[in-house]
């Protein structure tokens, strides 16, 4: 099993696309006593190298990114309120009337919200644009907002973590479930030498992973993440994407990567339960590290995951140890073969 | 205050679940006033001289809202239908839990970006909650007509202030607490009823049966109230930090309505006035028009996002409304009533 008491510790922590210390301080100390070579480069990515029992010809990077979505301070208004921007993709749905935490220091603030009594007919049936939204934090004024927060200050969301019966609902498991694959390797005996990298500003364009793929300038890579599942009920057919409890996704394409062709077949002969995607959807880090340099040969291994990129995120555990499955087996297959 | 309202701000006690909050009442005032519960499950807490020929009421509802279980599919996904006004704007994923056998998180099914079109509409015929268990386990765990809330941390703003669910009308029971504590040791020349009421936000139900059953000189009814924030108009709303905000209103009595501006002007309460040109929205409704008629009074403490996860009031409010109240009460309530 893997450590989930480390994913819960990594999924707590808050880390926006661009204030990722927490994590990357998680990481490291997890990785220190196991790591041979641990690198963080001027973007903050953690670029790791981990000697295997042998040296294959071809440099294979693991790759997971540390940063999730939230929102960011753009202003103070004269009543106190804060208003804010969003730092990756986050719906209006996700951020109405939600508990956050402002800033370094964690202040408690609250998404505000015009009472129901006072709305329309037709304003109750649709949440309110973001930006006709601010955060409460109980400030008098604006000088009094000012003694507790900057702007430019990170807000994430304030909300439950749960591990009950095999399924886990939390933040930001989109992508501390890659982290925590990442370090669960690095502290294994490894087959084959291997490159890892933790990487920052995912949510907002790749970036990180662009910088990380640069650097270590790997032959073939695999991107873990935590992929959008729409099993809903009033979602049907091919419409779910992909299923929770369904196992380890490994997808042909999405919006950023057509995914190479042997890697997939490699990923879905894994000993392990795996899907695919039933639409093209999504994206991640992969559609940056495929085309670095030279090109790179790249798959991607998520864990499906529904309510991506809210204050409340759904996965199942079996599809977790899944993933880490196809992980080890796909990481050692593609090197055996460059032996 | 903050330790009373801690306590009372429990998971449970959504309208018409209300028989666990007469545990918590027992253990803030049990030490010194009698609790009793009538049939309906409104808790009567009973001070000063049973007596008296004065009777004064207050009440305040403990309910909350929330959702109820009506149904479970064979993928283990709930279906729930709202309890009271919950506003579904703050049910789009929103971490839930739903109160059954064992207490289980859940998360309000919402689509995804990509296959949500924008005019999309809400509606409570369309309320799923997701536990990620399966069919087999959600049902041997939930029931139907289980109650649901929406998750939400007590914690603390700037400026005492709290930001959690369920502050309409916790916020209010507390004030009646904090009230009893103030009068515990001191002489109380009437008899005092102190009522936690049931299924306010579902139908006004419990204040109407204890008034009837109590049959009081006066009342006074202590909710929320609209708290100034943006989009909310001033004449309908309090500023936070202002005390109170006093109701006037044609249902309401205006000696008590007078009796409650004199206390507050004495104790150097600012205040706020909300004016109704009918109804308050409130109990007052139902207690007033109670057997032949009870003088009333409506006192609401400024509560920022009614009805949603993250109502925010202020203990400064609430402790001056508590002693607003004591005073009201050791005054003898309106005079030659």
Known sequence: MLDYQLLEKLCKADSPSGFEEEVREIVISEIKDYADKITVDNMGNVLVFRKGMKTPKKKLLLSAHMDEVGLIVTDIKSDGTLKFAEV??????????????????????????????LLSADERKKVPSKDSLCIDIGAKDKEDAEKYVSLGDMVTFDSPYENKNGRIISKAIDDRFGCLVLIEMIKSELPYDMYFSFVVQEEIGLRGAKAAAYTINPDYAIVIEATTAADVPFAEDEKRVCLVGGGAVVSFMDRSTMYD??????????????????????????????????????????????????????????????????????????????? | ?????????????????????????????????????????????????????????????????????????????????????????????????????????????????????????????????????????VKNLVSLGDKIIVCSEFRELLNHQVAVSALDNRAGCAVLVKCAELL????????????????????????????????????VVIDVGFAKQDGVPDEKSGKIGCGAIISISPVLSKKVTDKIKAVAKRLDMECDYEVCGGSTGTNADKISSSRGGIMTGCISIPEKNMHTQVEVVSLDDMEKTAKLLATYVQEGGVVNA
């Open chain 1, 88 to 117: 990756g993709g986050i719906n209006d749905t996700a951020v109405f009337a939600k508990q956050v935490k402002v800033g370094k220091n964690k202040i408690s603030g609250v998404i505000n919200a015009k009472p129901t009594h």
């Open chain 1, 261 to 339: 062709k042997e890697f997939y077949q490699i990923a879905r002969s894994a000993n392990a339960k795996t899907q695919t995607k039933t639409m093209i959807a999504g994206g991640n880090d992969a559609g940056a590290i495929h085309c670095s340099r030279g090109g790179v040969r790249t798959i991607a291994v998520s864990v499906p995951c529904r309510y991506i990129h809210s204050s409340s995120s759904l996965a199942s555990v079996d599809d977790m140890e899944s993933v880490f499955e196809v992980v080890k087996y796909t990481a050692e297959r593609i090197l055996s073969n460059v032996e």
């Open chain 2, 1 to 137: 205050m903050k330790e009373i309202l801690k306590k009372l701000c429990i998971d449970k006690g959504v309208s018409g679940s209300e028989t666990e909050m007469l545990d918590v009442i027992r253990e803030l005032v049990g030490d010194f006033a009698e609790v009793s519960a009538d049939g309906m499950g409104d808790i009567l807490v009973t001070m000063g001289d049973k007596n008296a020929k004065k009777h004064i009421m207050f009440d305040a509802h403990m309910d909350r809202i929330g959702l109820i279980v009506t149904y479970i599919n064979e993928n283990g996904f709930i279906k729930a239908e709202p309890v009271g006004g919950i506003d579904l704007r703050t049910l789009q994923s929103s971490a839930v839990k739903v109160l059954a056998k064992e207490n289980i998180l859940g998360v309000i099914c919402t689509m995804p970006p990509h296959l949500s079109k924008n005019d999309d509409e809400l509606s409570k015929d369309n309320i799923w909650i997701d536990t990620g268990l399966s069919a087999d386990e």
């Open chain 2, 184 to 219: 515990k040791d001191k002489e109380i020349p009437c008899r005092l009823s102190l009522v936690f009421s049931v299924q306010e936000e579902t139908s006004e139900l419990g204040a109407g049966i204890s008034a009837y059953s109590l049959e009081p000189d006066e009342a």
